[in-house]
């Protein structure tokens, strides 16, 4: 009798520069939206070291405890690759090459700066964009 193996989870790593916002939050969808098919990871190019307050109020309206994350270098990840996709966002050539089968780019803003109502707005885009992303992955 052949053992039903379920299927491999897909590894995703997102990037961002201090790991404190927008990669945190991309890490926290994932999850939320990939439930067992995924294994999600974020780090930043030159992380700060903490995960921005305004992020943790952001994601606790949507019930999601982002206070539970710590902000990560890319050699805390490395052990981790490689990755089915790498999602940079904002470190231009501050990123660097991890392996991985696919590689994406999303411009968006970094929102550490913006009030409540626009950080949200930043929060909500993320949504939509790792929404489509595992719409894509989870069909390969």
């Known amino acids: 009798m052949m053992e039903n193996n379920p299927p ?15 990669s945190q939050m991309s890490q926290a969808f ?11 990871f974020s780090a930043g190019s030159h992380p700060s070291g903490i995960v921005n307050p305004k992020a943790i109020v952001a994601m606790k309206e949507l019930n999601y405890d982002l206070s539970q994350h710590d902000s990560k ?9 490689p990755f089915d996709a790498v999602v940079t966002m904002g470190c231009g050539d501050a990123c660097p090459w991890m392996p991985a089968r696919q590689f994406i780019d999303w411009q968006i803003p970094d929102p550490k700066h913006l009030e409540p109502e626009a950080f949200n ?20």
């Open 73 to 81: 270098s890319l050699k805390e990840v490395e052990p981790f690759a």
């Open 8 to 22: 491999a989870k897909k590894k995703i790593l997102f990037v961002c520069v201090e790991n404190s916002n927008r």
């Open 121 to 140: 707005t930043v929060r909500d885009l993320i949504a939509e964009k790792v929404k489509a992303l595992l719409a894509s992955i989870l069909a390969s």
């Open 30 to 40: 994932a999850r939320i939206l990939g439930g067992d098919k995924v294994e999600a």
